[in-house]
Structures are given as structure tokens and as C-alpha cells.
């Protein structure tokens, strides 16, 4: 059964993605030591203690009746409860109930969330992206109507961007919005994967709606975003009456079957005679597409922080079940009968694999948390420069920590159903949900495809290229730092993380002549690769950081051995990967004609 793992949670915010730095710099505000830790225990304590043991109910569905969602049982209650204890409002602005916490805390809290119950959690992600949509682009009525309610939790988000003919190409999309002549709208068409577009958490659900109006200019510089409520919202801020919208559908999935992922249908006259959603503009007409990624970038780095929550989940899970079954004579063993299995060389591969990613992707999307929060930090005290190294830093480790760490993800929960064996495969162990809920984070908020393309075209370019450059630099940093401490337990880990961070400095120079060159089909070959060998080695780096912590002598030496594990058994990996990168495309290329 899963437990949070408050205490390396709190090592890697402090001193791997530089939380402790930036408290004693004063660049968090009045944010203590003391304040974070017990922020993450009774996090960990409410994630361990309430949501994992109704997390299985979920497996049960979300059935749809009339237009009503019903979700697990005891899960509209959980909600409420955890909604209570202030968890939605952590990074909410204070002007509107919320209490300006940094992003850091938001994303190590919902590792927890999420490790107990990925598709409870899944609610409260899009709250928190819609507030983030409002917060910057919102009108002050908007702002005044729904933001304290929404980033309390008592109201409840949604994004609407899929259609059966638009999925991550918006250009075809159909959804249309109508002036209404009051400053409303009215918005017709049908939405597709909605994820909590109806349900029985909240008095409300505000959906935020991407829709184009009659004169748009064509592609997705015609796009606006729309606030439309579920309920209309009276001025006081009471509730009125019901919106013309409804859940048409709800779709049976892979995993994360306790998520209810909605057919959404705008502006059908089910509810009056009045067709047309009401709706608000967000922001400015034909410009919803800026707002929208408002919401999408943080909606990225918590799917990334998802697969975390996921692979350590099943690594825990794992590690329970080769402590307890016993299978075959271990090498060495000198005791009678069978050994428990985690005693078999090829099982302690495995879990250790598990855990040296879980923490590697950890350490990468807290630092991107961290990046944001030194961007917003250096934007309120004015330092220009300082904000634009640090919105350049978020900005690159975006893609990789929601690519990089979804896909570990899925690796992690495949290794956990190996290392169950049979059982892995049969359904009472648990070990199977996980593999299955952890399978759509590569795909939805961007494609981990989309974020490689993202990753190459628009973030390596940041500065001229001069950022990822000094980037590597950083880390080129850390991995010195290891060998000039000259200690035995690392091993071969400095010259291994020198080579691995040579791999990633060639393949992201010729992937940035590439760009430059105008060699977009080469360079997009190769991408994909480049992203996980980027990750690969950023995280391997991040993690002899945290072994070169002095944190006594036995916490030191299993960081610098899961470290070494690291290093000497899957950095390998990326020399392959940068062949892949740069020599690779041509073949690639050709061969699709193969592809019949």
C-alpha cells in the first residue's frame, strides 16, 4: 500500500531542486522550513490515510444517467474533505482566498494526490489550471464571480479543446461562438475527452471553452476562449439557472476508470427554449489560444509530476511484494528453503531501476516548479533579466518533465507488473491498474510526441541557444563536483555523467544547426530520442546532486549507491540515443516509404 514519501520528497525540493536556497535568499516571501514540512506531512498524512484506501473504488466507474455522473463511492465526500483542508487553494492568489504558496509545494503535494489516486486527482489538476487562465487573462467581473470559489475548490474547472475531427490539429476545429449583443456569447458544438465535465464534486463546473466566432480569421489565429458555466452565476454570486450544456457521454477507458472523461454537447436547447451556451470571453477575441496555454503549461508539468506518482507508486508496490515472495535459492544464501525474490540479482535490477528513475524525474520536474517560482519571484521585484533566464529555464524543462517523466511512468508500472510476475497480470494485486492508468499521460495535455517538436523547434532556439548551452554547463557543474570528491562509492559516475552530458551537448548542437538550417524533417526525426536522452542525463546529474548532499552517512551512502546504479548501469543508454539523433533521420526518412 502506498506511503508518501515525505521525507525524499522534502530532500529533493530542498536540495536538489533549490527550495532551501531560495528560502534563506527571502525570495519566497515570509515561506519557512517549518512551514514546508508541515505542509508536506500532513499532505503525505491525508494522501496514505484518506485517499488510498477508497482509491480502488474507482475501478468501478463513473456511470452516466440522464445527463448525471455518479462517481466512486465516497469519493464526492473525499473531495469535500480534501477541498476543506485548503489543498486546492495552495498556489491561489491571496487577493482571491488563496495563499500564494510557490508552485514547488503544489507539485510535491500532488505527487501525493496522484500516487494515491490518479484519477481522483485528475479534478482537481483542471481547477487548477483553469484558475491559472483567470488569474492571467480574466476580466475583473470574471475574476470577481469565479476565482474565489474555484481556487477554494467549492467550484470545479474544465479545458475544452477536443472534437472528434480536432485533437491536437486545433485548425479543424467546429465548436462557434455568437456575439449575443449584452457583452455575452452563445456557444454551440460538441466537445470530446473532457475529463470531470460532469460530475458530483461541486455545486459548479466552469468549463473554459476554445470556440470560433462567425468573422474569425482562419487557423488557430481564430480562436477565443469562453467562460461557460455550468450554472449561471447570479451578481451576488449566488447560483442561477441551469446553462444550456450537458455530458452527452462518458467513455469507458484503459485506466483511470474512476475519472469521468466526458462527451460535453454546447448549445442544443436542452434546457430552455433559448439555444446557446452562455458564455464569457477570456481574454481578448481570436487570441483564446494564448490563454489556453496559459493553462496547459501547468497543466504539463503535473501530468509530468503524474508519472512520477505512478512509477513510485508501482516501485512501492513492487518492493512489498519481493519482500514477501519467496521463489527459488537466491545466489549465496545460506539458509534453508526459498528466498524472498527481492534477493535475486535480476529483481534488485529491476527495483532499482524503478527507483532511480522515480527519483531522477522527480528531481527534473521540481526543478522546473522551481524555475517558475524564481521567474515569478524575479518578476515582482522587478529583475528583468533575472525573469527572463528563469521563464527560459521553465520553458525548456517543461516538455522534458511531462514527457521524460510520463514516460517513466509507464516503464516503472510495466517493470512493477514483471516483478509481480503472474500476479502481476491478475488484477486483486493492483499492480495492473496502475500500468493501465499510467498509460494516458504520455498522450493527453500535448502528446509526449508534441512536447519533442516543442522541445527542438521552440525551446532550444531560447536565447539564440544560448540557454540550453549554459544549461548543460550547470549540470556539466555537478558532475565535476563528483569527481573532485574523489570518493570510492561513486565508482565510474563522474566520468560516466561527463560522457552522457557530451552525448547531450553534441546531439543538441547538431539538432540546432538543423533548426537553423532549415532541416526541420531531420531535426524532427531525431527529436523524440533527443528528449529522452536529454532527460536521461539531466536526471542521472540530478541525482549525484543529491548524494553529494551531507546528509550523514547512511542516507549519503545510499544516494551515492542508487546513484552509481544509475550512472554505470543506464547511462549507457545515451550514446545510443545520440546516434539515433544525428545520424538516424536519413534512414528513418527513407523507410517511411515502408510503411504500407
Given at each position: 500500500?502506498y506511503r ?6 522534502a530532500f529533493t525540493?530542498k536540495?536538489v531542486?533549490?527550495?532551501q536556497s531560495?528560502?534563506?535568499?527571502g525570495?519566497?516571501?515570509d515561506?519557512?522550513?517549518d ?9 503525505g498524512r491525508f494522501?496514505?490515510e484518506?485517499?488510498?484506501p477508497?482509491a480502488?473504488?474507482g475501478e468501478k466507474g463513473t456511470?452516466?444517467?440522464?445527463g ?5 463511492d465516497?469519493?464526492s465526500?473525499l ?5 476543506a483542508g485548503?489543498w486546492?487553494?495552495?498556489t491561489?492568489t491571496?487577493d482571491?482566498g488563496?495563499q500564494?504558496?510557490p508552485t ?7 505527487e501525493?494526490?496522484n500516487a494515491?489516486s490518479m484519477?481522483?486527482s485528475l479534478c482537481s489538476?483542471l481547477?487548477?489550471g ?6 492571467s487573462h480574466a476580466?475583473e ?5 469565479y476565482?474565489?470559489k474555484?481556487i477554494?475548490g467549492?467550484w470545479?474547472g474544465?479545458?475544452n ?14 465548436t462557434?461562438a455568437?456575439r449575443a449583443g ?6 454551440f458544438?460538441q466537445?470530446?475527452f473532457?475529463t470531470y465535465?460532469?460530475h458530483d ?7 473554459l471553452v476554445l ?6 480569421p ?14 449561471l452565476?447570479?451578481d451576488d ?7 444550456d450544456?450537458?455530458?452527452n457521454?462518458?467513455?469507458?477507458k484503459?485506466g483511470?476508470?474512476?475519472s469521468?472523461t466526458c ?6 436547447g436542452k434546457f430552455g427554449d ?5 458564455g464569457w470571453?477570456?481574454?481578448?477575441e481570436?487570441?483564446g489560444?494564448?490563454c489556453m496555454f496559459?493553462?496547459?503549461?501547468n497543466?504539463?508539468?503535473?501530468v509530468?509530476i ?12 513492487a518492493?512489498e ?6 521463489q527459488?535459492r537466491?545466489?549465496g544464501r545460506?539458509?534453508?528453503g526459498?528466498s524472498?525474490?527481492?534477493?535475486h540479482p535480476?529483481i534488485?535490477r529491476?527495483?532499482l531501476?524503478m ?5 531522477a524525474?522527480?528531481?527534473?520536474t521540481?526543478?522546473c516548479?522551481?524555475?517558475a ?6 518578476k515582482?521585484?522587478g529583475?528583468e ?5 528563469w521563464s527560459e529555464r ?13 514516460d ?7 517493470i512493477?507488473?514483471?516483478v509481480h ?6 488484477e486483486?494485486?493492483g499492480?495492473?491498474r496502475?500500468?493501465?492508468?499510467a ?6 495535455e ?7 517538436i516543442?522541445?527542438v ?10 540557454h540550453?548551452?549554459g544549461y ?5 557543474a555537478i558532475?565535476a563536483?563528483?569527481a573532485?570528491k574523489n570518493n570510492?562509492a561513486?565508482g565510474t559516475t563522474?566520468?560516466?555523467l561527463?560522457?552522457?552530458l ?7 548542437d547538431?539538432l540546432?544547426?538543423a ?7 531531420q531535426?524532427?526525426?531525431g527529436a ?13 546529474t540530478y541525482l549525484?546532486?543529491g548524494a ?16 552509481r546504479?544509475?550512472?554505470e548501469n ?11 539523433v544525428?545520424h538516424?533521420s536519413?534512414?528513418?526518412l527513407?523507410a517511411?516509404k515502408a510503411l504500407?
Amino acid at each position: 500500500m502506498y506511503r508518501a514519501p515525505v521525507e525524499d520528497i522534502a530532500f529533493t525540493l530542498k536540495h536538489v531542486a533549490g527550495l532551501q536556497s531560495a528560502i534563506d535568499a527571502g525570495q519566497l516571501g515570509d515561506l519557512s522550513d517549518d512551514l514546508v514540512d508541515a505542509i508536506l506531512t500532513e499532505a503525505g498524512r491525508f494522501a496514505s490515510e484518506e485517499i488510498v484506501p477508497l482509491a480502488e473504488n474507482g475501478e468501478k466507474g463513473t456511470p452516466l444517467n440522464d445527463g448525471v455522473v455518479t462517481t466512486p463511492d465516497g469519493w464526492s465526500a473525499l473531495y469535500k474533505n480534501w477541498a476543506a483542508g485548503g489543498w486546492n487553494s495552495l498556489t491561489g492568489t491571496p487577493d482571491y482566498g488563496g495563499q500564494g504558496l510557490p508552485t514547488m509545494l503544489s507539485v510535491a503535494t500532488n505527487e501525493m494526490w496522484n500516487a494515491s489516486s490518479m484519477a481522483f486527482s485528475l479534478c482537481s489538476l483542471l481547477t487548477m489550471g483553469a484558475v491559472e487562465a483567470l488569474t492571467s487573462h480574466a476580466d475583473e467581473r470574471l475574476k470577481q464571480l469565479y476565482l474565489e470559489k474555484l481556487i477554494s475548490g467549492e467550484w470545479t474547472g474544465t479545458m475544452n479543446l477536443t472534437e472528434p475531427s480536432a485533437g491536437s490539429d486545433l485548425t479543424a476545429m467546429k465548436t462557434r461562438a455568437e456575439r449575443a449583443g449584452d457583452g455575452s456569447y452563445k456557444v454551440f458544438g460538441q466537445k470530446i475527452f473532457i475529463t470531470y465535465g460532469e460530475h458530483d464534486f461541486a455545486d459548479n463546473i466552469v468549463h473554459l471553452v476554445l470556440a470560433r466566432l462567425p468573422d474569425a480569421p482562419a487557423g488557430t489565429r481564430g480562436i477565443s476562449l469562453f467562460l461557460v458555466p455550468k450554472f449561471l452565476v447570479n451578481d451576488d454570486g449566488s447560483l442561477g439557472a441551469r446553462n444550456d450544456l450537458f455530458c452527452n457521454g462518458v467513455e469507458h477507458k484503459l485506466g483511470i476508470h474512476g475519472s469521468p472523461t466526458c462527451t460535453m454537447i454546447y448549445g442544443d436547447g436542452k434546457f430552455g427554449d433559448d439555444a446557446g451556451a452562455v458564455g464569457w470571453l477570456i481574454g481578448e477575441e481570436n487570441r483564446g489560444l494564448a490563454c489556453m496555454f496559459t493553462m496547459m503549461n501547468n497543466a504539463r508539468l503535473n501530468v509530468g509530476i503524474q508519472g512520477v506518482a505512478v512509477a513510485d507508486a508501482a516501485y512501492q508496490k513492487a518492493l512489498e511484494y519481493a519482500r514477501d515472495r519467496t521463489q527459488g535459492r537466491a545466489p549465496g544464501r545460506q539458509a534453508e528453503g526459498m528466498s524472498p525474490i527481492i534477493e535475486h540479482p535480476d529483481i534488485q535490477r529491476n527495483l532499482l531501476t524503478m527507483k532511480s528513475m522515480v527519483q531522477a524525474s522527480r528531481a527534473i520536474t521540481y526543478c522546473c516548479a522551481h524555475a517558475a517560482d524564481m521567474a515569478d519571484s524575479a518578476k515582482e521585484s522587478g529583475n528583468e533579466e533575472a525573469a527572463r533566464h528563469w521563464s527560459e529555464r521553465a520553458n525548456l524543462l517543461t516538455p522534458i518533465a511531462k514527457a521524460f517523466s510520463t514516460d517513466i511512468g509507464v516503464e516503472a508500472a510495466s517493470i512493477g507488473v514483471q516483478v509481480h510476475g503472474g500476479m502481476g497480470f491478475i488484477e486483486e494485486t493492483g499492480a495492473a491498474r496502475l500500468l493501465r492508468d499510467a498509460r494516458i499521460s504520455p498522450i493527453y495535455e500535448g502528446t509526449n510526441g508534441i512536447q519533442a517538436i516543442d522541445l527542438v523547434m521552440r525551446k532550444l532556439p531560447q536565447s539564440g541557444g544560448e540557454h540550453v548551452d549554459g544549461y548543460i554547463e550547470e549540470l556539466r557543474a555537478i558532475a565535476a563536483q563528483v569527481a573532485q570528491k574523489n570518493n570510492p562509492a561513486f565508482g565510474t559516475t563522474a566520468a560516466k555523467l561527463e560522457e552522457a552530458l557530451s552525448d547531450l551537448s553534441q546531439a543538441t548542437d547538431w539538432l540546432k544547426l538543423a533548426v537553423q538550417e532549415g532541416r526541420a524533417p531531420q531535426a524532427l526525426a531525431g527529436a523524440t530520442p533527443y528528449q529522452h536522452l536529454f532527460g536521461l542525463a539531466a536526471g542521472a546529474t540530478y541525482l549525484a546532486k543529491g548524494a553529494l548532499v551531507e546528509i550523514g552517512d547512511d542516507g549519503e551512502a545510499n544516494r551515492i549507491a542508487l546513484c552509481r546504479f544509475c550512472a554505470e548501469n543506464l547511462l549507457g543508454q545515451t550514446a545510443a540515443l545520440r546516434d539515433a539523433v544525428m545520424h538516424g533521420s536519413e534512414s528513418l526518412l527513407d523507410a517511411a516509404k515502408a510503411l504500407n
